[in-house]
Protein backbone atom coordinates (compact mmCIF):
# COMPACT_ATOMS: atom_id res chain seq x y z
CA UNK A 1 0.00 0.00 0.00
CA UNK A 2 1.11 3.55 -0.98
CA UNK A 3 1.39 5.09 3.13
CA UNK A 4 2.94 1.90 3.66
CA UNK A 5 6.04 2.77 1.08
CA UNK A 6 6.05 6.46 2.23
CA UNK A 7 6.17 5.21 6.13
CA UNK A 8 8.81 2.87 5.39
CA UNK A 9 11.12 5.65 3.29
CA UNK A 10 10.68 7.99 6.40
CA UNK A 11 11.47 5.42 9.71
CA UNK A 12 13.28 2.14 7.64
CA UNK A 13 11.62 -0.34 10.06
CA UNK A 14 8.69 -2.42 10.55
CA UNK A 15 9.09 -2.47 14.21
CA UNK A 16 9.23 0.87 14.80
CA UNK A 17 6.46 1.23 12.09
CA UNK A 18 3.83 -0.38 14.08
CA UNK A 19 4.30 1.94 17.09
CA UNK A 20 4.03 5.01 14.99
CA UNK A 21 1.06 3.97 13.30
CA UNK A 22 -0.82 5.12 16.60
CA UNK A 23 0.60 8.33 16.79
CA UNK A 24 0.35 9.22 13.12
CA UNK A 25 -3.01 11.41 12.10
CA UNK A 26 -5.60 9.96 10.09
CA UNK A 27 -4.34 11.55 7.20
CA UNK A 28 -1.90 8.90 6.59
CA UNK A 29 -4.14 6.05 7.11
CA UNK A 30 -6.37 6.80 4.45
CA UNK A 31 -6.51 4.08 2.67
CA UNK A 32 -7.42 2.07 6.05
CA UNK A 33 -10.79 2.80 6.02
CA UNK A 34 -13.18 0.59 7.41
CA UNK A 35 -16.34 -0.04 5.46
CA UNK A 36 -19.84 1.57 7.23
CA UNK A 37 -21.53 -1.42 9.44
CA UNK A 38 -24.34 0.10 11.96
CA UNK A 39 -24.11 -1.12 15.07
CA UNK A 40 -25.96 -4.48 15.14
CA UNK A 41 -27.15 -6.20 18.46
CA UNK A 42 -27.72 -9.89 18.96
CA UNK A 43 -30.88 -9.56 21.24
CA UNK A 44 -32.15 -12.58 23.15
CA UNK A 45 -34.57 -13.05 26.04
CA UNK A 46 -33.65 -14.74 29.12
CA UNK A 47 -36.15 -15.97 31.18
CA UNK A 48 -35.64 -14.83 34.47
CA UNK A 49 -36.82 -16.94 37.66
CA UNK A 50 -35.53 -14.33 39.94
CA UNK A 51 -37.93 -11.23 38.72
CA UNK A 52 -40.38 -14.02 37.44
CA UNK A 53 -40.23 -12.51 33.95
CA UNK A 54 -38.19 -13.01 30.53
CA UNK A 55 -35.64 -10.53 30.47
CA UNK A 56 -34.64 -8.93 27.00
CA UNK A 57 -31.28 -7.80 26.61
CA UNK A 58 -28.67 -6.03 23.85
CA UNK A 59 -25.51 -8.05 23.27
CA UNK A 60 -23.10 -6.01 20.72
CA UNK A 61 -20.13 -7.96 19.74
CA UNK A 62 -16.51 -6.45 18.20
CA UNK A 63 -15.86 -7.73 15.02
CA UNK A 64 -14.41 -11.23 14.94
CA UNK A 65 -10.90 -11.19 15.16
CA UNK A 66 -9.68 -13.62 12.46
CA UNK A 67 -6.18 -13.78 13.71
CA UNK A 68 -6.92 -14.31 17.68
CA UNK A 69 -9.93 -16.83 17.16
CA UNK A 70 -9.99 -17.53 20.76
CA UNK A 71 -9.65 -13.55 21.58
CA UNK A 72 -12.12 -12.79 24.94
CA UNK A 73 -12.90 -9.45 26.00
CA UNK A 74 -14.22 -7.09 28.94
CA UNK A 75 -17.81 -6.53 29.02
CA UNK A 76 -19.43 -3.42 29.64
CA UNK A 77 -23.42 -3.61 30.90
CA UNK A 78 -25.61 -0.53 30.44
CA UNK A 79 -29.11 0.11 32.18
CA UNK A 80 -31.50 1.87 30.46
CA UNK A 81 -31.04 -0.41 27.47
CA UNK A 82 -32.75 1.53 25.48
CA UNK A 83 -31.59 5.00 25.54
CA UNK A 84 -27.85 4.22 25.99
CA UNK A 85 -26.71 1.30 24.49
CA UNK A 86 -26.43 2.39 20.96
CA UNK A 87 -24.47 5.05 21.70
CA UNK A 88 -22.19 3.17 24.35
CA UNK A 89 -21.60 0.51 21.74
CA UNK A 90 -20.76 3.28 19.23
CA UNK A 91 -18.39 4.76 21.67
CA UNK A 92 -16.65 1.64 22.69
CA UNK A 93 -16.28 0.30 18.67
CA UNK A 94 -14.86 3.81 17.43
CA UNK A 95 -12.37 4.45 20.35
CA UNK A 96 -11.28 1.12 19.70
CA UNK A 97 -10.90 0.60 16.03
CA UNK A 98 -6.66 0.13 15.69
CA UNK A 99 -6.07 3.64 14.66
CA UNK A 100 -7.93 5.20 17.92
CA UNK A 101 -6.65 2.59 20.14
CA UNK A 102 -7.89 4.05 23.55
CA UNK A 103 -9.63 1.63 25.10
CA UNK A 104 -9.83 -2.48 24.39
CA UNK A 105 -12.71 -4.05 22.23
CA UNK A 106 -15.55 -4.86 24.33
CA UNK A 107 -19.06 -6.97 24.60
CA UNK A 108 -21.50 -4.18 25.23
CA UNK A 109 -24.74 -5.60 27.27
CA UNK A 110 -27.70 -3.26 26.85
CA UNK A 111 -30.42 -3.72 29.59
CA UNK A 112 -33.58 -2.29 28.65
CA UNK A 113 -36.39 -1.59 31.56
CA UNK A 114 -39.47 -3.30 31.85
CA UNK A 115 -40.73 -1.45 35.44
CA UNK A 116 -37.92 1.00 35.51
CA UNK A 117 -38.91 2.35 39.35
CA UNK A 118 -39.49 -1.59 40.72
CA UNK A 119 -36.12 -2.42 39.23
CA UNK A 120 -34.00 0.36 39.90
CA UNK A 121 -34.44 1.66 43.45
CA UNK A 122 -32.63 0.04 46.14
CA UNK A 123 -35.17 -0.06 48.82
CA UNK A 124 -39.33 0.92 48.97
CA UNK A 125 -40.25 4.66 49.05
CA UNK A 126 -42.97 7.04 48.17
CA UNK A 127 -40.70 9.52 48.82
CA UNK A 128 -40.25 11.71 45.67
CA UNK A 129 -37.33 14.08 44.74
CA UNK A 130 -38.87 17.20 46.85
CA UNK A 131 -38.60 15.42 49.51
CA UNK A 132 -42.60 15.13 49.91
CA UNK A 133 -44.73 11.61 50.10
CA UNK A 134 -46.22 10.81 46.54
CA UNK A 135 -49.05 9.05 48.43
CA UNK A 136 -51.55 9.11 45.32
CA UNK A 137 -53.34 6.12 44.15
CA UNK A 138 -51.60 5.52 41.15
CA UNK A 139 -48.02 6.30 42.33
CA UNK A 140 -44.92 5.61 40.41
CA UNK A 141 -43.39 4.75 43.24
CA UNK A 142 -45.48 2.14 44.48
CA UNK A 143 -43.89 -1.15 42.66
CA UNK A 144 -40.06 0.96 43.73
CA UNK A 145 -37.75 -0.89 45.93
CA UNK A 146 -36.96 -3.71 43.61
CA UNK A 147 -33.31 -2.75 43.47
CA UNK A 148 -31.88 -5.79 45.38
CA UNK A 149 -33.79 -8.53 43.17
CA UNK A 150 -32.62 -6.87 39.96
CA UNK A 151 -28.97 -7.04 41.10
CA UNK A 152 -29.69 -10.67 41.71
CA UNK A 153 -30.87 -11.38 38.38
CA UNK A 154 -27.64 -9.52 37.11
CA UNK A 155 -25.66 -11.44 39.11
CA UNK A 156 -26.83 -14.70 39.15
CA UNK A 157 -28.57 -14.99 35.89
CA UNK A 158 -27.36 -12.51 33.29
CA UNK A 159 -24.06 -12.57 34.02
CA UNK A 160 -23.53 -16.17 34.30
CA UNK A 161 -25.98 -16.42 30.81
CA UNK A 162 -23.16 -14.06 29.13
CA UNK A 163 -20.05 -15.98 30.51
CA UNK A 164 -21.50 -19.21 29.46
CA UNK A 165 -22.28 -18.39 25.72
CA UNK A 166 -19.53 -15.01 24.82
CA UNK A 167 -15.98 -14.79 24.54
CA UNK A 168 -15.84 -12.98 28.02
CA UNK A 169 -12.83 -11.93 30.00
CA UNK A 170 -13.57 -11.67 33.87
CA UNK A 171 -13.75 -7.43 34.03
CA UNK A 172 -16.55 -5.95 34.30
CA UNK A 173 -18.37 -2.46 34.12
CA UNK A 174 -21.67 -1.29 35.21
CA UNK A 175 -22.96 1.83 33.72
CA UNK A 176 -25.81 3.39 34.84
CA UNK A 177 -27.38 7.30 34.52
CA UNK A 178 -30.13 8.62 37.16
CA UNK A 179 -32.24 5.88 39.01
CA UNK A 180 -29.18 3.60 36.87
CA UNK A 181 -26.55 5.49 38.78
CA UNK A 182 -27.79 4.74 41.95
CA UNK A 183 -28.49 1.00 40.69
CA UNK A 184 -24.44 0.80 39.44
CA UNK A 185 -23.46 2.38 43.32
CA UNK A 186 -26.29 0.19 45.54
CA UNK A 187 -24.44 -2.51 43.66
CA UNK A 188 -20.67 -1.25 44.74
CA UNK A 189 -22.06 -1.21 48.40
CA UNK A 190 -23.47 -3.91 48.47
CA UNK A 191 -22.66 -6.94 46.07
CA UNK A 192 -19.15 -6.03 45.55
CA UNK A 193 -17.48 -9.02 43.57
CA UNK A 194 -20.01 -8.93 40.70
CA UNK A 195 -17.90 -5.56 39.08
CA UNK A 196 -14.58 -4.16 38.85
CA UNK A 197 -15.63 -0.53 37.41
CA UNK A 198 -18.77 1.26 38.12
CA UNK A 199 -20.19 4.42 36.02
CA UNK A 200 -22.83 6.49 37.47
CA UNK A 201 -23.89 9.52 35.77
CA UNK A 202 -25.86 11.66 37.80
CA UNK A 203 -27.18 9.41 40.30
CA UNK A 204 -31.08 10.21 41.67
CA UNK A 205 -29.57 10.14 45.64
CA UNK A 206 -32.62 12.53 46.43
CA UNK A 207 -34.15 8.39 46.42
CA UNK A 208 -35.75 8.48 49.84
CA UNK A 209 -34.18 11.24 51.22
CA UNK A 210 -30.40 10.09 50.32
CA UNK A 211 -30.94 6.24 51.58
CA UNK A 212 -28.32 5.55 49.42
CA UNK A 213 -26.03 8.10 51.27
CA UNK A 214 -26.76 6.50 54.18
CA UNK A 215 -25.58 3.06 52.78
CA UNK A 216 -22.45 4.60 51.37
CA UNK A 217 -21.23 6.19 54.49
CA UNK A 218 -21.97 2.93 56.63
CA UNK A 219 -20.49 0.79 54.38
CA UNK A 220 -17.72 2.72 53.15
CA UNK A 221 -15.22 2.09 56.03
CA UNK A 222 -11.74 3.50 56.83
CA UNK A 223 -8.68 0.44 56.15
CA UNK A 224 -11.12 -1.71 53.45
CA UNK A 225 -9.20 -2.92 50.29
CA UNK A 226 -11.56 -3.11 47.07
CA UNK A 227 -9.17 -2.50 43.72
CA UNK A 228 -12.39 -1.16 41.84
CA UNK A 229 -12.63 2.24 39.56
CA UNK A 230 -15.54 4.42 40.25
CA UNK A 231 -16.72 7.59 37.59
CA UNK A 232 -19.35 10.15 38.63
CA UNK A 233 -20.48 12.85 37.67
CA UNK A 234 -23.58 15.45 37.47
CA UNK A 235 -24.96 18.45 35.30
CA UNK A 236 -26.40 21.67 35.55
CA UNK A 237 -29.62 19.67 36.22
CA UNK A 238 -31.92 23.04 37.60
CA UNK A 239 -32.31 24.59 40.41
CA UNK A 240 -35.21 22.29 41.65
CA UNK A 241 -32.96 19.28 41.35
CA UNK A 242 -29.82 20.71 42.49
CA UNK A 243 -30.06 18.39 45.21
CA UNK A 244 -28.47 16.37 42.68
CA UNK A 245 -24.77 18.16 42.40
CA UNK A 246 -25.37 18.61 46.45
CA UNK A 247 -25.77 14.93 47.39
CA UNK A 248 -22.51 14.19 44.97
CA UNK A 249 -19.88 16.40 46.52
CA UNK A 250 -21.54 14.13 49.88
CA UNK A 251 -21.00 10.88 48.42
CA UNK A 252 -17.34 12.24 46.96
CA UNK A 253 -16.68 13.45 49.96
CA UNK A 254 -17.26 10.30 51.87
CA UNK A 255 -15.02 8.42 49.23
CA UNK A 256 -12.09 10.86 48.93
CA UNK A 257 -12.19 11.07 53.13
CA UNK A 258 -12.41 7.26 54.03
CA UNK A 259 -9.10 5.42 53.67
CA UNK A 260 -9.77 3.03 50.89
CA UNK A 261 -7.18 1.30 49.30
CA UNK A 262 -7.65 0.84 45.89
CA UNK A 263 -11.10 2.30 44.95
CA UNK A 264 -9.87 4.49 42.21
CA UNK A 265 -12.31 7.50 41.55
CA UNK A 266 -13.11 10.64 39.31
CA UNK A 267 -15.79 13.05 40.11
CA UNK A 268 -16.91 15.04 36.65
CA UNK A 269 -19.07 18.22 37.17
CA UNK A 270 -20.88 18.83 33.91
CA UNK A 271 -21.72 22.62 34.56
CA UNK A 272 -22.91 22.92 30.56
CA UNK A 273 -24.88 19.59 30.46
CA UNK A 274 -28.47 18.97 31.09
CA UNK A 275 -29.34 16.10 33.14
CA UNK A 276 -30.31 14.22 29.41
CA UNK A 277 -27.14 15.74 27.26
CA UNK A 278 -24.71 14.77 30.30
CA UNK A 279 -24.68 11.37 29.31
CA UNK A 280 -22.56 11.88 25.71
CA UNK A 281 -19.81 13.49 28.03
CA UNK A 282 -19.79 11.69 30.71
CA UNK A 283 -19.95 7.77 29.29
CA UNK A 284 -17.12 9.31 26.91
CA UNK A 285 -14.75 10.50 30.01
CA UNK A 286 -16.16 7.36 32.34
CA UNK A 287 -14.59 4.96 29.37
CA UNK A 288 -11.40 6.75 29.20
CA UNK A 289 -10.74 6.68 33.05
CA UNK A 290 -11.67 3.50 33.24
CA UNK A 291 -9.36 2.79 30.67
CA UNK A 292 -6.29 5.22 30.99
CA UNK B 1 -49.91 6.79 32.43
CA UNK B 2 -48.69 6.80 35.52
CA UNK B 3 -46.10 9.80 35.16
CA UNK B 4 -48.78 11.96 33.40
CA UNK B 5 -51.11 11.66 35.92
CA UNK B 6 -48.71 12.34 38.93
CA UNK B 7 -47.08 15.26 37.19
CA UNK B 8 -50.95 16.68 36.77
CA UNK B 9 -51.16 16.46 39.99
CA UNK B 10 -48.27 18.71 40.89
CA UNK B 11 -49.00 21.06 37.74
CA UNK B 12 -52.65 20.43 36.76
CA UNK B 13 -52.11 21.69 33.50
CA UNK B 14 -51.71 20.18 30.37
CA UNK B 15 -50.07 23.63 28.49
CA UNK B 16 -47.34 23.72 31.81
CA UNK B 17 -46.79 19.82 31.66
CA UNK B 18 -45.76 20.60 28.18
CA UNK B 19 -43.16 23.15 28.99
CA UNK B 20 -42.10 21.16 31.97
CA UNK B 21 -41.76 17.75 30.10
CA UNK B 22 -38.32 18.99 28.69
CA UNK B 23 -37.11 20.01 32.11
CA UNK B 24 -37.68 17.14 34.42
CA UNK B 25 -35.51 14.23 34.72
CA UNK B 26 -35.01 10.63 33.07
CA UNK B 27 -36.23 8.99 35.97
CA UNK B 28 -39.86 10.68 35.73
CA UNK B 29 -40.06 9.32 31.81
CA UNK B 30 -39.45 6.06 32.32
CA UNK B 31 -42.41 4.86 30.71
CA UNK B 32 -41.71 6.74 27.65
CA UNK B 33 -38.27 4.57 26.70
CA UNK B 34 -38.33 4.15 22.98
CA UNK B 35 -37.03 0.51 21.58
CA UNK B 36 -33.72 0.26 20.53
CA UNK B 37 -33.18 0.53 16.78
CA UNK B 38 -29.53 0.26 15.13
CA UNK B 39 -28.58 3.11 13.05
CA UNK B 40 -29.47 1.97 9.69
CA UNK B 41 -28.43 3.84 6.34
CA UNK B 42 -29.79 3.95 2.89
CA UNK B 43 -26.88 3.19 0.97
CA UNK B 44 -27.05 4.81 -2.74
CA UNK B 45 -24.76 5.30 -5.31
CA UNK B 46 -24.68 8.38 -7.38
CA UNK B 47 -22.93 7.94 -11.13
CA UNK B 48 -20.65 11.56 -10.83
CA UNK B 49 -20.03 12.96 -14.10
CA UNK B 50 -17.72 15.80 -12.05
CA UNK B 51 -15.56 12.71 -10.38
CA UNK B 52 -16.09 10.38 -13.40
CA UNK B 53 -16.67 7.70 -11.03
CA UNK B 54 -19.91 6.38 -8.97
CA UNK B 55 -19.63 7.60 -5.35
CA UNK B 56 -21.20 5.73 -2.59
CA UNK B 57 -23.28 7.60 0.05
CA UNK B 58 -24.93 6.57 3.07
CA UNK B 59 -28.03 8.68 4.41
CA UNK B 60 -29.42 8.43 7.76
CA UNK B 61 -33.21 9.71 8.01
CA UNK B 62 -35.10 10.32 11.01
CA UNK B 63 -37.87 8.24 11.97
CA UNK B 64 -40.81 9.01 10.13
CA UNK B 65 -43.37 12.06 12.00
CA UNK B 66 -46.73 10.22 11.65
CA UNK B 67 -48.11 13.77 13.06
CA UNK B 68 -46.30 15.81 10.70
CA UNK B 69 -45.78 13.84 6.90
CA UNK B 70 -44.42 16.59 5.29
CA UNK B 71 -42.05 17.52 7.95
CA UNK B 72 -38.76 18.81 6.30
CA UNK B 73 -35.16 18.21 8.24
CA UNK B 74 -32.20 20.18 8.06
CA UNK B 75 -29.30 18.40 6.38
CA UNK B 76 -25.69 17.59 7.84
CA UNK B 77 -22.66 16.17 5.20
CA UNK B 78 -20.04 14.21 7.25
CA UNK B 79 -17.03 13.40 5.29
CA UNK B 80 -14.90 10.25 5.76
CA UNK B 81 -18.15 8.80 5.87
CA UNK B 82 -16.83 5.46 7.11
CA UNK B 83 -14.95 6.75 10.02
CA UNK B 84 -17.27 9.04 11.28
CA UNK B 85 -21.51 8.70 9.58
CA UNK B 86 -22.29 6.70 12.48
CA UNK B 87 -21.25 8.72 15.22
CA UNK B 88 -22.82 11.87 13.64
CA UNK B 89 -26.36 9.75 13.53
CA UNK B 90 -26.23 8.52 16.99
CA UNK B 91 -25.27 11.57 18.10
CA UNK B 92 -28.27 13.50 16.10
CA UNK B 93 -30.66 10.78 16.75
CA UNK B 94 -29.90 10.91 20.35
CA UNK B 95 -29.64 14.49 20.81
CA UNK B 96 -32.83 15.29 18.98
CA UNK B 97 -35.14 12.42 21.00
CA UNK B 98 -38.15 14.45 22.81
CA UNK B 99 -36.87 14.13 26.54
CA UNK B 100 -32.88 15.28 25.33
CA UNK B 101 -33.96 17.75 22.84
CA UNK B 102 -30.81 19.99 21.71
CA UNK B 103 -30.83 19.51 18.12
CA UNK B 104 -33.18 19.01 15.48
CA UNK B 105 -33.86 15.92 14.19
CA UNK B 106 -31.39 16.02 10.78
CA UNK B 107 -30.65 13.86 7.80
CA UNK B 108 -27.52 12.73 8.15
CA UNK B 109 -25.55 12.39 4.58
CA UNK B 110 -21.97 10.27 5.16
CA UNK B 111 -19.26 10.81 2.43
CA UNK B 112 -17.03 7.56 2.23
CA UNK B 113 -13.71 7.82 0.49
CA UNK B 114 -12.45 6.77 -3.22
CA UNK B 115 -9.49 8.60 -3.09
CA UNK B 116 -9.12 10.43 0.08
CA UNK B 117 -5.77 12.96 -0.79
CA UNK B 118 -7.50 13.48 -4.57
CA UNK B 119 -10.43 14.83 -2.90
CA UNK B 120 -9.49 16.22 0.35
CA UNK B 121 -6.92 18.78 -0.87
CA UNK B 122 -7.64 21.74 -1.94
CA UNK B 123 -4.44 22.33 -4.39
CA UNK B 124 -1.57 20.18 -6.05
CA UNK B 125 1.41 19.62 -3.27
CA UNK B 126 3.87 17.03 -2.70
CA UNK B 127 4.72 18.94 0.39
CA UNK B 128 4.49 16.45 3.78
CA UNK B 129 3.91 18.17 7.06
CA UNK B 130 7.14 18.09 7.97
CA UNK B 131 7.78 20.58 5.43
CA UNK B 132 9.48 18.89 2.73
CA UNK B 133 8.72 17.15 -0.78
CA UNK B 134 7.67 13.98 -0.52
CA UNK B 135 9.48 12.81 -4.06
CA UNK B 136 8.89 8.93 -4.18
CA UNK B 137 7.83 7.51 -7.10
CA UNK B 138 4.68 6.04 -5.33
CA UNK B 139 4.07 9.75 -3.14
CA UNK B 140 0.52 9.07 -2.04
CA UNK B 141 0.90 12.84 -2.80
CA UNK B 142 0.43 12.02 -6.51
CA UNK B 143 -3.12 12.16 -6.96
CA UNK B 144 -3.96 15.55 -4.45
CA UNK B 145 -5.11 19.10 -5.34
CA UNK B 146 -9.03 17.03 -6.10
CA UNK B 147 -10.92 19.21 -3.40
CA UNK B 148 -12.56 21.75 -5.84
CA UNK B 149 -13.41 19.45 -7.95
CA UNK B 150 -14.51 17.26 -5.49
CA UNK B 151 -16.42 20.37 -3.96
CA UNK B 152 -18.19 20.96 -7.43
CA UNK B 153 -19.62 17.31 -6.97
CA UNK B 154 -21.24 17.78 -3.78
CA UNK B 155 -22.56 21.41 -4.96
CA UNK B 156 -24.00 20.34 -8.80
CA UNK B 157 -24.76 16.55 -8.00
CA UNK B 158 -24.93 15.04 -4.86
CA UNK B 159 -26.73 18.48 -2.70
CA UNK B 160 -29.07 18.02 -5.83
CA UNK B 161 -29.82 14.57 -5.82
CA UNK B 162 -30.37 14.81 -1.60
CA UNK B 163 -32.85 17.37 -1.82
CA UNK B 164 -34.72 16.18 -4.96
CA UNK B 165 -35.02 12.89 -3.54
CA UNK B 166 -35.67 13.44 0.61
CA UNK B 167 -37.59 16.12 2.67
CA UNK B 168 -34.50 18.79 3.36
CA UNK B 169 -34.85 22.12 4.69
CA UNK B 170 -32.52 24.47 3.12
CA UNK B 171 -29.94 24.45 6.13
CA UNK B 172 -26.77 22.23 5.57
CA UNK B 173 -24.13 21.54 7.78
CA UNK B 174 -20.63 20.40 6.57
CA UNK B 175 -18.05 18.36 8.93
CA UNK B 176 -14.89 17.35 8.44
CA UNK B 177 -11.56 15.93 10.06
CA UNK B 178 -8.16 16.75 9.54
CA UNK B 179 -8.07 16.44 5.13
CA UNK B 180 -12.07 16.64 5.58
CA UNK B 181 -10.99 19.66 7.73
CA UNK B 182 -9.60 21.75 5.27
CA UNK B 183 -12.10 20.87 2.99
CA UNK B 184 -14.96 22.60 4.70
CA UNK B 185 -12.77 25.63 5.31
CA UNK B 186 -12.23 25.22 1.72
CA UNK B 187 -15.62 25.19 0.88
CA UNK B 188 -16.51 28.45 3.50
CA UNK B 189 -14.00 29.97 1.16
CA UNK B 190 -14.61 29.45 -2.55
CA UNK B 191 -17.67 28.18 -2.50
CA UNK B 192 -19.47 29.78 -0.14
CA UNK B 193 -23.02 29.45 -0.62
CA UNK B 194 -22.97 25.87 -0.43
CA UNK B 195 -23.38 25.58 3.39
CA UNK B 196 -24.84 27.54 6.08
CA UNK B 197 -22.35 26.00 9.15
CA UNK B 198 -18.81 24.66 8.82
CA UNK B 199 -17.24 21.93 11.31
CA UNK B 200 -13.57 21.67 10.73
CA UNK B 201 -11.73 19.28 13.41
CA UNK B 202 -8.14 19.42 13.60
CA UNK B 203 -8.11 20.77 9.72
CA UNK B 204 -4.48 20.04 8.25
CA UNK B 205 -3.35 23.36 7.46
CA UNK B 206 0.04 22.29 7.48
CA UNK B 207 -0.96 21.03 3.88
CA UNK B 208 1.27 22.55 1.36
CA UNK B 209 2.84 24.90 3.89
CA UNK B 210 0.19 26.96 4.82
CA UNK B 211 -1.90 26.78 1.77
CA UNK B 212 -5.20 27.71 2.87
CA UNK B 213 -4.10 29.65 5.72
CA UNK B 214 -2.80 32.24 2.48
CA UNK B 215 -6.25 31.51 1.28
CA UNK B 216 -8.07 32.45 4.30
CA UNK B 217 -6.23 35.40 4.55
CA UNK B 218 -7.09 36.75 1.17
CA UNK B 219 -10.96 35.97 1.29
CA UNK B 220 -12.01 36.81 4.25
CA UNK B 221 -11.97 40.52 3.65
CA UNK B 222 -13.08 43.40 5.93
CA UNK B 223 -16.43 44.07 5.66
CA UNK B 224 -17.93 41.22 4.23
CA UNK B 225 -21.46 39.50 5.45
CA UNK B 226 -21.40 35.84 5.64
CA UNK B 227 -24.38 34.73 7.91
CA UNK B 228 -22.28 31.52 8.80
CA UNK B 229 -21.46 29.32 11.68
CA UNK B 230 -17.97 27.58 11.70
CA UNK B 231 -16.87 25.29 14.53
CA UNK B 232 -12.96 24.60 14.63
CA UNK B 233 -10.87 22.64 17.37
CA UNK B 234 -7.13 20.82 17.80
CA UNK B 235 -6.18 18.29 20.36
CA UNK B 236 -3.17 17.34 21.54
CA UNK B 237 -1.67 16.01 18.14
CA UNK B 238 2.01 15.64 19.64
CA UNK B 239 5.11 17.24 19.84
CA UNK B 240 5.95 16.96 15.82
CA UNK B 241 2.22 17.63 14.46
CA UNK B 242 2.26 20.83 16.92
CA UNK B 243 1.61 22.66 13.72
CA UNK B 244 -2.48 21.51 13.55
CA UNK B 245 -2.27 24.03 16.97
CA UNK B 246 -0.62 26.77 15.72
CA UNK B 247 -2.07 26.86 12.30
CA UNK B 248 -5.49 27.14 14.07
CA UNK B 249 -4.58 30.05 16.62
CA UNK B 250 -3.50 31.59 13.32
CA UNK B 251 -6.69 31.11 11.23
CA UNK B 252 -8.60 31.70 14.45
CA UNK B 253 -6.72 35.17 14.65
CA UNK B 254 -8.18 35.86 10.74
CA UNK B 255 -11.52 35.08 11.56
CA UNK B 256 -11.66 36.94 14.63
CA UNK B 257 -9.69 40.13 13.79
CA UNK B 258 -11.27 40.51 10.58
CA UNK B 259 -14.97 42.66 10.91
CA UNK B 260 -16.91 40.04 8.80
CA UNK B 261 -20.42 40.43 9.95
CA UNK B 262 -22.88 37.79 10.92
CA UNK B 263 -19.55 34.87 10.83
CA UNK B 264 -20.11 33.31 14.34
CA UNK B 265 -17.04 31.27 15.12
CA UNK B 266 -16.20 29.12 17.75
CA UNK B 267 -12.56 27.50 18.55
CA UNK B 268 -11.86 24.48 20.90
CA UNK B 269 -8.96 23.14 21.96
CA UNK B 270 -8.73 19.54 23.38
CA UNK B 271 -5.68 19.32 25.32
CA UNK B 272 -6.49 15.69 26.94
CA UNK B 273 -7.56 14.39 23.53
CA UNK B 274 -5.39 13.09 20.08
CA UNK B 275 -5.92 13.58 17.18
CA UNK B 276 -8.41 10.44 16.39
CA UNK B 277 -10.34 10.74 19.63
CA UNK B 278 -10.75 14.70 19.44
CA UNK B 279 -13.76 14.01 16.95
CA UNK B 280 -15.76 12.31 20.06
CA UNK B 281 -15.47 15.61 21.67
CA UNK B 282 -15.41 17.71 18.83
CA UNK B 283 -18.59 16.56 17.30
CA UNK B 284 -20.66 17.00 20.02
CA UNK B 285 -19.41 20.29 20.94
CA UNK B 286 -20.14 21.45 17.36
CA UNK B 287 -23.68 20.36 17.00
CA UNK B 288 -24.10 22.37 20.59
CA UNK B 289 -22.60 25.21 18.76
CA UNK B 290 -24.55 25.37 16.19
CA UNK B 291 -27.50 24.94 17.36
CA UNK B 292 -27.15 26.89 20.61
Known sequence: MNYNCSLK???GNSIVYIFLILLIPQDLLAQTDPVFKPISADIIK???????????VYIYLPPADTLQRDKRYP??????GDNHFSLMAEYCRYLSR???????EMIIIGIPNTNRTRDLTPNHSIIDYDGKPDTSSNSRFKSSGGGNNFLQFIGTELIPYIDAHYKTQ???IFAGHSFGGITTINCLLTQQDMFNAYIAISPSFWWDNGYLLRLADERLKNNRVMNKRIF???????????????NLVKFDSIITN?????LDHKYVRYPDETHMTEPVKAYYDAL???FR
Open 9 to 11: RYF
Open 46 to 56: IPSKVLGEDRK
Open 75 to 80: VLYVLD
Open 98 to 104: RDVNVVP
Open 170 to 172: PFK
Open 232 to 246: YSDADEGMSLSSFHT
Open 258 to 262: RKITG
Open 288 to 290: RFI
